[in-house]
């Protein structure tokens, strides 16, 4: 959270204190780590150079590989001081430059000579060290000693063991998991450090067996775990295992939910915390099982520590949205938590208190509000915006002082991202409340008259126009409308334009005054004003009559689209390549929602493959991949394809054979497209396969295969291989692909083959299936009435941090591709040193299930992204595995 402080001008000298990091250059530094090589080692100085190495390491500097190699190999000399304070510094350097494999085997020795040594610290930060630079070929060498570390008497070394699995897993994952029984063994430990690590370990290795899981936290749940820390992991995987049984368990039965409850009276507050946030997140959780939980929960609103207040209000808002009902007994401890010092408590015990509060408490709420909302970030008072909305729809009647009071913060200081929450949370207001629509109006026209942001100004412009002529008045507004018509931006005037002829269309008494007001435009130093004016001119006649019939005119004013813009564009571009003497016509544009390109994409230098000979918009591609799969007699039984991705390359331009894969997913199947092509025009190669392990994804079985008999010379071919998934389950993993087949020679100057083949394999690239797999891309008109209409009763909200980012532009594209939605009304651009960004997705999951996302990023000094994602859907569930593909992303 970011805060502002003022300080006094003699206060400057000291803020502004020395930094040991001021000024440092690369190049000098790089001399200056000569010291390493000196006779007589100054340790101290050693020590601060790796420091400031470091430091410029951290803050993304790059070094050249002559560079790094340099450092590098002055660095390793070091190990021959035992200086403890020093060795733990070359340690961080060796990890932090990432030595090459060549270079690898130099510090090995030296490593593993302080793995071995009687020193605990060294021990400890070897294993560390030598977990993070080797290979597989040295990990299987030193397998012995780790697995007797993880064992060891000592817990620093026991845990640096057990954190080295965890990071090796994601690269050697075989060689880790014949450690289950020292881990196992591990998890008994009583230093709760090492059972925590030990348990985060044991699980990792089990995750991809849901029976194993169970079975772990089953023997667990018995009493067996001591540390605080280790219990707060067993509550989560105890929380993955219930929501996993409640799929096939239609009794409503949660066999662990007693376990839950008796976390609940443990002696730690993170135990009690997490085991209380658990409860509250339970799917289709009653209100029996919610009061233990929300009890605790209470007692920590009173707590002098801000965490637990924090924690607990935090939890509090989110059961609020769902069950206010169960959260109004805390109501007099959330009121008090209005004036406390930590913003972000105030801020959720009020959002809290607008959700659960009844009709009578409404007036004291804003009265309190109304000195708090000065004292917050603009992040903050978005929430509590947000939140007014919502209580003003649950009590219609008390929208004058809820209208009032937003009209009164729209004309204070503050950002884009809170002034629009304003005006979307005015305008959703006129919508469903009738009585509220004069007043709401009148408040968004004079805020135009010194809104300082476009997209604003031509969103209440544009809403003007739809909800303006309807009012008992409409000619009140003409003269706020052609105000911005003289004052503002080309951008500003042509909405404005548009505005007025919608009033003039429909309110018959303004026609001929509107009309005065267009001709005016056609003077107007902009193209999009003049032909505007033009164009509604030309509708509108200068006696107020209409060329074409009242519907006619309504219809081109007040209409949609009707046609996706994306499918528009792709139509423009097309009739300006081949230009023709007939006029573009909308009604030839199509207008099914276009989900992705899906068009072939083609190595450098290689032929065509089969799919090029079809036309290559999205449409016809997922038409010629739905006709491929159908016709093949082994897939016809699978239904509709939901998903076909974009070409995948498996294998190095220029190599002798060329492979890339589309993944098309089904419901309960997926089939891999291998499309394969033969660059050797010597060779001719029969009973062409792909052989597919799926050991790392245990959630796949294969059902099917499609080999290719012969695949000559620059012929394209394909190899399907087809695999059975849980049904409308995200299921992901990574697959490794063998190409295997009988090459024959085939003579150049006749152009036969051999009758003999030899048996021949060729390794592929791994090929990985990614919940973004599971997603179309497709666009809101609408975001925000999309937002709407879905409703808050299938709205998962819960917060992420991502870590260091180079930018926030990096996080957010990140969590774009991850999920594979498509980015609504531009929020996928982020402003340059932007600290903060909203961003806007919408897709179709799996199932034909529509989802939409609300994402907010924030990111502090050191770079360290954190991210609020909101979730609605059309299936509660869905909602939930968005959030789930997240985490585990």
């Not at 002829?501 to 107007?524: E, Q, T």
């Not at 007699?633 to 498996?650: C, D, T």
């Amino acid at each position: 959270m970011a805060h502002t402080f003022v300080k006094k001008d003699d206060d400057r000298d000291d803020e502004e204190g020395y930094s040991p990091f001021l000024g440092i250059e690369k190049s000098a530094l790089l001399q200056e780590a000569r010291v390493f090589n000196d006779p007589q080692l100054d340790s101290r100085r050693c020590s601060q150079v790796i420091t400031k190495l470091l430091y410029l390491l951290n803050q993304g500097e790059t070094f050249t590989k002559a560079e790094a190699t340099g450092v590098f190999f002055a660095v390793t000399k070091l190990f021959q001081y035992r200086d403890i304070g020093l060795r733990r510094m070359v340690y961080l350097m060796i990890k932090e430059i990432s030595p090459s494999a060549d270079e690898v085997i130099i510090v090995t020795s030296s490593l593993m000579k302080d793995m071995n040594s009687n020193t605990d610290m060294y021990r400890a930060n070897a294993i560390r060290v030598l977990c993070r630079i080797t290979d597989g070929t040295l990990l299987t060498q030193i397998e012995r000693y780790l697995k007797q570390a993880i064992v060891d008497r000592n817990p620093v070394i026991a845990s640096a063991a057990l954190v080295s699995g965890i990071h090796l897993l994601q690269t050697n994952p075989e060689i880790v998991k014949r450690w289950s029984n020292e881990v196992q063994e591990a998890v008994q430990s009583r230093v709760a450090l090492v059972q925590f690590h030990a348990l985060a370990l044991l699980h990792k290795i089990r995750q991809n067996d849901r029976l194993a899981v169970s079975k772990l936290v089953n023997s667990l749940t018995r009493g067996n775990v001591r540390s605080p820390l280790a219990q707060c992991l067993l509550i989560r995987y105890t929380s993955q295992v219930i929501r996993e049984s409640s799929v096939n368990n239609h009794t409503g039965d949660r066999p662990l939910y007693d376990y839950l409850e008796s976390c609940l009276c443990h002696r730690a507050d993170m135990v009690i915390f997490e085991a209380a946030r658990t409860i509250t997140e339970l799917s289709g959780v009653t209100s029996r099982e919610l009061t233990p939980a929300i009890n605790v929960l209470q007692l920590f609103l009173n707590s002098s520590k801000p965490v637990l207040r924090f924690a607990a209000i935090r939890t509090l808002n989110k059961v609020a949205m769902s069950h206010p009902m169960a959260v109004t007994n805390c109501n007099i401890d959330m009121e008090s938590l209005i004036s406390d010092q930590n913003r972000s408590i105030a801020t959720l015990a009020i959002t809290t208190l607008l959700k659960t509060g009844n009709e009578s408490s409404v007036d004291r709420l804003m009265k309190q509000i109304i000195s708090f909302m000065s004292d917050i970030a603009d992040e903050f008072k978005i929430v509590v915006v947000e939140a007014i909305r919502s209580l003003c729809l649950k009590f219609p009647l008390k929208f004058r002082s809820l209208m009032n009071f937003l009209s009164n913060i729209l004309r204070e200081e503050g950002g884009f991202e809170y002034k629009k929450a304003i005006v979307d949370s005015i305008m959703i207001l006129i919508r469903d409340i009738p009585d509220a629509k004069e007043s709401g109006l009148l408040h968004l026209c004079e805020f135009i008259e010194d809104c300082e942001f476009t997209y604003l100004s031509t969103q209440i412009l544009h809403f003007l126009g739809i909800e303006g002529p309807k009012t008992s008045d409409p000619g009140k507004y003409i003269r706020y409308i052609y105000n911005r018509v003289i004052l503002e931006n080309a951008t500003v005037r042509s909405s404005a334009v548009s505005t007025l002829a919608k009033f003039g269309a429909v309110v018959d008494s303004l026609k001929p005054r509107i009309f005065v007001l267009l001709r005016r435009c056609i003077f107007d130093g902009d193209d999009e004003v003049r032909d505007r004016a033009t164009l509604y001119l030309n509708t509108l006649r200068g006696d107020g009559s209409i060329v074409e019939t009242d519907k006619d005119v309504k219809d081109f004013l007040f209409g949609s689209l009707n046609v996706p813009l994306v499918n528009l564009e792709t139509s423009l571009k097309n009739y300006m390549q081949e230009p023709s003497e007939e006029p573009f016509n909308i009604d030839s544009v199509p207008k099914e929602v276009k989900s992705q390109q899906l068009g072939e994409k083609k190595a450098p230098g290689k032929k065509p493959t089969h799919l090029d000979a079809t036309p290559t918009g999205p449409t016809s591609a997922a038409e010629a991949y739905e006709r491929l799969l159908s016709s093949i007699p082994e897939f016809s039984n699978f239904g509709k394809v939901f998903k076909s991705s974009a070409p995948v390359e498996l294998t190095e331009p220029e190599t002798e054979y060329s492979v890339n894969v589309v993944k098309h997913i089904f419901d309960k199947q997926v089939v891999f497209q291998y499309n394969c092509t033969n660059t050797i025009s010597e060779q001719l190669l029969e009973n062409v396969t792909v052989i597919v392990d799926t050991s790392e994804c245990e959630e796949f079985s294969e059902v099917a295969s499609k080999p290719l008999r012969s695949l000559p010379y620059d012929s394209p071919g394909q190899i399907f291989v087809a695999f059975e998934k849980p049904d409308g389950v995200p299921a992901v993993g990574k697959f490794s692909n063998m190409l295997k087949f009988f090459v024959k020679e085939v003579d150049p100057t006749t152009g036969e083959a051999e009758e003999d083949g030899v048996e021949d394999e060729y390794q592929l690239e791994d090929l990985e299936v990614v919940a973004a797999d599971y997603m179309l891309n497709v666009g809101a008109s609408n975001f925000r009435n999309a937002w709407e209409i879905m409703g808050p009763d299938s709205e998962r909200v819960d917060e992420y941090g991502l870590g260091q980012r180079e930018s926030l532009a990096e996080a957010v594209g990140a969590v774009i591709n991850l999920l594979g939605m498509q980015p609504c009304e531009g929020t996928e651009v982020v402003q340059s040193n932007s600290r903060s960004h909203t961003c806007l997705l919408s897709g179709v999951f799996i199932g034909n299930v529509k989802v939409l996302v609300r994402l907010s990023f924030g990111i502090d000094g050191p770079k360290e992204v954190a991210m609020k994602l909101a979730v609605r859907s059309e299936d509660e569930s869905v909602s939930d595995a968005i959030h789930q593909i997240v985490a585990n992303g």
